[in-house]
């Protein structure tokens, strides 16, 4: 009998992952055929989905079983029909673009963006990335950057911005 393990399940149009539980000797296939179940991707999605582990490059093969994928018992996985997106920082007035997996989290994408635009790492930890404008919404750590980018545009625009705290 197969073990069962629980999977935080990231997506497109869904902001926040849904825990799934799924067979150690499923198939990648599955997990998208559970994401296109689960969400509000359109029409028949499936085949066009590819499925990444939280902040690894490589587009999982559907045919490998999520055991021969190391994905473990609470891990991260990300379905998205964008192979890439492109995300356009700003800062300052400075404008930095930067290709990402949709798997890659907030955390990883503020450091690139911290990098590109020349800001010291000491400096970088009193900054976020916010989307829409320099007082949207900010993204926290664990958040993948394909929850926010729509398809097929597989682009978003994010501002970084200083942390913003409340006197009282």
Request: hydrophobic share 35%.
């Amino acid at each position: 009998m197969a073990k069962k393990i629980k999977i935080y399940l990231h997506s497109e149009n869904q902001k926040k992952p849904k825990l799934v539980e799924i067979d150690e000797d499923s198939q990648i296939k599955d997990i998208a055929e559970e994401n296109v179940e689960t969400s509000i991707i359109e029409g028949d999605a499936q085949s066009a989905i590819k499925v990444h582990l939280e902040d690894e490059d490589e587009i999982q093969d559907k045919e490998d079983t999520v055991k021969d994928s190391k994905i473990k018992d609470k891990g991260h996985i990300h379905c998205h029909r964008c192979s890439d997106i492109k995300v356009t920082f700003s800062y300052n007035g400075t404008l930095m673009e930067e290709s990402f997996k949709p798997s890659a989290t907030a955390k990883r994408i503020l450091k690139v963006a911290a990098d590109l635009l020349g800001i010291d790492p000491k400096d970088a930890v009193d900054l976020v990335l916010r989307i829409g404008s320099d007082k949207g919404e900010e993204l926290q750590d664990r958040d993948h950057i394909g929850s926010f980018a729509k398809y097929p545009e597989c682009s978003i625009k994010l501002f970084t911005t200083a942390v913003v705290n409340i006197q009282g």
